[in-house]
């Protein structure tokens, strides 16, 4: 990972803005799950859970077992007919008084060392990028790519997503669609392999089973 960060860093400005180095969120960056935590959080929250439709939680656990990509664009269903406004208000007094991500240590040294160095950054996440909002505001050159919500005029949530389903082949269309080469790219699970596939460098997190497979010269497992 050093010989890597070295080797980063002597690249120069120009060369630095030619490509992306890209994040998994979940399991990547941090032990949690940061949409099911925070749907749990409400759920079981006296005061605040009139804000999602808890009565959908088993099927969608059972969902992330049998249809993970699929889940994702399931998840959105907890939150028809909740605003914006209330949405955004919701995330950020969960990030102050309940969450704090459990930090994989040296993942989270590559992440703070690329943005401080000022190379391009992303995370590309199966969760909604709103739940991202308090931490772009630690992290300011940092950019996350998730779900979005669907809205009607009056920006109530419709239950449904909107734009690219970020999981999966998904990870890799949002990629691709940014128009620059991946040079580092780290994930975790069987749904991050299409974009890891892009990168000069996949670092892979946790569990092999699921990409033993797959050669890399320039592979990386932490």
Known sequence: MEKLLKELKSLSRFEKGKFINVFDADGTLWI???ADEFALYLI????????IDGSLWDEYKEMITT?????CAFYMKFFKNLSKNRFHELVYEWW???FTPRWIAPVKKLLIDLISDDFEVIIVTGSPRLLFS???DTYKNLKVYGMEFKEDRNHIFTGE???ILSAGNGKKEILESLGKPVFICVGNSKPDLPMLKMSEFPIFVGETDWHEDWKH??????
């Open 32 to 34: 949690d799950d940061i």
């Open 44 to 51: 079981n929250c006296p005061k605040n859970a009139h804000y």
């Open 67 to 71: 249809d993970p990509v699929g889940a």
């Open 96 to 98: 102050e008084n309940i």
């Open 134 to 136: 308090p931490l772009l």
């Open 161 to 163: 997503y909107s734009g």
């Open 217 to 222: 010269p320039n592979k990386i497992i932490l």
